[in-house]
């Protein structure tokens, strides 16, 4: 299990449950792996809190219809019908009961702008990548994943743009 913190820079932070985060703010159901088939176990509930606004991305959804729910505030997604496009308000859970299993859930934050938003240019208002890695620490936006002390930097979509492949934000 991953807890995420506030001021993580993910949306969504699990509360309880054998549910995960990733490093970019995805949340899975248990034991979510699509190229290993592996399926969420019976009688198991998941809690997140929201604590960052972000439309919910599907990457997939494949859970017992009628039975194992997804909900977000107070929709229950089950079945093929998954909460593409849903922006969450206060809390999500997950629920499957003690029967059947599936593959389960993948779903990923899709930011919306605020004014807590990351910073997504760079000084030379260069584009900076959304999802990027440095020495293996996964990064979105604007970061300072080597605690750089001239401050916080990103990848950039164009080396042409900034005359590096990294720029200062």
């Not at 509360?15 to 949340?27: M, N, R």
Request: hydrophobic residues 30%.
């Amino acid at each position: 299990t991953t807890v995420t913190t506030a001021g993580s820079g993910q949306p969504w932070m699990l509360q309880s449950g054998p549910c995960k985060v990733d490093a970019f703010g995805c949340i899975m159901s248990p034991h979510y792996d699509k190229d290993a088939a592996a399926l969420y176990g019976n009688n198991q509930d998941c809690k997140f809190d929201v604590v960052d606004e972000a439309t919910m991305e599907v990457e997939d959804f494949n859970v017992e219809y009628n039975y194992d729910f997804l909900t977000v505030d107070d929709e229950k997604f089950s079945g093929s019908k998954d909460p593409q496009g849903v922006k969450p308000a206060n809390k999500i859970t997950w629920s499957a009961d003690y029967s059947v299993t599936k593959v389960g859930w993948k779903i990923c934050p899709k930011f919306v702008p605020t004014e807590r938003s990351p910073v997504k240019k760079t000084s030379k208002n260069c584009d900076c990548k959304a999802q990027w890695s440095y020495q293996g620490t996964a990064a979105a936006f604007c970061g300072n994943p080597d605690s750089d002390p001239a401050g916080a930097w990103c990848a950039v979509t164009d080396s042409g743009c900034q005359g590096s492949w990294w720029g200062y934000c």
